[in-house]
C-alpha cells in the first residue's frame, strides 16, 4: 500500500513537472523572441553640442552613460538581440548621420536618450529703502527734499520643473516619417530588386498604401512602448510627464524608418534630479526602467502578431465566400513583402 501511494505521488509529481515544462516553453517570456532584432541606440548631443547645462554637470555626458548601461541591460536581457550605438564616445555624430546609421542597419527601434532643462525663475526681492535727495522749485524757491526708494535684490532659483516625458514624433510629420518608411524600404537597396519583385514599383499605389500602413504601424508601436516607458518610470517614484509629441525640434524620430522614440530622463535644470541623473543608483534605475518596458513591448509585439496571424485565417475564410477586397489584396501585400522581406534577411 504504501509502495503504491509512493509510485502514485511519483508519477503525480512527474507528470507536473512534463507539463510545467511544456506550458513554460509556449510561453513568450521563456523563449527567444523574435520581434526584435535590432535597437538602436542614440545618446542626445555629443562633443561640442553640450545639451543642456546643469549646475555642474552637461546633458552630453547623462545621455550616454545612460545610454551606455541601457545597452549593457539589453544585451544581457535579450541576448539575441542587436544593440547599435549611434555614438559610444564624446563626439557629435550628425543628426541625418545618426538617422542613416539607424535605416542602414535595419533598426527595429530607435532608442533616443536625452536629458531635460527648464530655464530658471527670475526673482526680486526687497532688501531695504535708501534715502534720496532731490530738489524742486528754481532760483529762490529752490527746495531740497528727500524721499524714499525701494532697494531690490534680484536673483533666479531653478525651475521647480522635474521628471520623465518620452516622446514619439508629431502627427504633423506623419507624411516625412511615411517618406523615410518608403526611402529605406530594405527591397530598394536591392539591387536588382525589380528583378526579384517585379511590379513592387515605389511610386505604385500599392507602394504607398504599403509604406502608409507600415508608418501607422510604428506611430502604434512607439506610442505604445512610450506609455510603458512612462509607466515604469511611474512604478519607481518619477514624476510623470507624459508621453507627448512634438511638433519640431526632433527631426532624427521622423527620419528613422522605424519605431522610434525619445526620453527625456529628467531635469538637470533641477539641483535634486541633477545629482540623481549624475549618481549611479539614478542612472542604473533609469536604465532598469527603460529595459523593463522593453520586455513589455517585446510581449506586447508577439501577442499582436500571434492576434495578426489568427487574423489573417479569418480574413481567408470570408475572402472565400466574399470574394477578394481591397482591404485584403493590401494585406496579401503586406504579407508577401514581410514573406520576402525575411527571406531577404535569411530568417
Ligand atoms: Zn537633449
Not at 128 to 151: A, C, H, S, W
Amino acid at each position: 500500500m504504501i509502495k503504491r501511494t509512493l509510485l502514485f505521488f511519483l508519477l503525480v509529481s512527474l507528470s507536473i513537472t512534463v507539463l510545467s515544462f511544456i506550458k513554460d516553453s509556449k510561453e513568450p517570456g521563456n523563449k527567444q523572441q523574435k520581434v526584435i532584432k535590432t535597437i538602436v541606440i542614440d545618446p542626445g548631443h555629443g562633443g561640442s553640442d553640450a545639451g543642456a547645462r546643469g549646475q555642474y554637470s552637461y546633458e552630453k555626458d547623462i545621455c550616454l552613460a545612460v545610454s551606455l548601461k541601457v545597452g549593457a541591460m539589453i544585451e544581457k536581457e535579450f541576448p539575441d538581440v542587436k544593440v547599435l550605438y549611434t555614438r559610444k564616445v564624446d563626439s557629435y555624430p550628425a543628426l541625418h548621420a545618426r538617422a542613416n546609421f539607424a535605416n542602414e542597419n535595419k533598426g527595429d527601434l530607435f532608442l533616443c536618450i536625452h536629458v531635460n532643462s527648464a530655464p530658471s525663475q527670475r526673482k526680486s526681492e526687497l532688501t531695504g529703502y535708501k534715502t534720496v535727495t532731490y530738489y524742486v522749485g528754481k532760483g529762490k524757491n529752490r527746495k531740497k527734499k528727500t524721499k524714499e526708494v525701494p532697494q531690490y535684490r534680484y536673483y533666479t532659483v531653478p525651475s521647480a520643473a522635474k521628471g520623465t516625458e518620452t516622446y514619439i514624433w508629431g502627427a504633423g510629420k506623419q507624411d516625412d516619417k511615411e517618406l523615410a518608411v518608403r526611402e529605406n524600404a530594405s527591397m530598394l537597396k536591392e539591387e536588382n530588386y525589380k528583378e526579384t519583385y517585379g511590379e513592387m514599383d515605389p511610386t505604385s499605389p500599392e507602394f504607398i498604401a504599403l509604406s502608409l500602413l507600415k508608418t501607422k504601424q510604428y506611430f502604434k508601436r512607439s506610442a505604445t512602448l512610450a506609455g510603458f516607458v512612462q509607466d515604469e518610470f511611474v512604478k519607481v517614484g518619477r514624476v510623470d510627464r507624459d508621453v507627448k509629441q512634438r511638433p519640431v525640434g526632433i527631426w532624427v524620430l521622423q527620419a528613422t524608418a522605424m519605431p522610434s522614440v525619445l526620453v527625456e530622463t529628467g531635469f538637470i535644470s533641477n539641483p535634486e534630479e541633477e545629482k540623481y541623473l549624475n549618481s549611479e543608483e539614478g542612472q542604473v534605475e533609469i536604465s532598469a526602467c527603460i529595459v523593463r518596458a522593453l520586455k513589455k513591448y517585446s510581449n506586447w509585439l508577439e501577442e499582436k502578431q500571434e492576434e495578426e496571424k489568427k487574423d489573417e485565417k479569418e480574413k481567408d475564410k470570408e475572402k472565400t465566400t466574399n470574394g477578394q477586397s481591397a482591404t485584403a489584396e493590401t494585406r496579401k501585400f503586406l504579407e508577401d513583402f514581410d514573406k520576402k522581406e525575411k527571406k531577404l534577411r535569411g530568417e
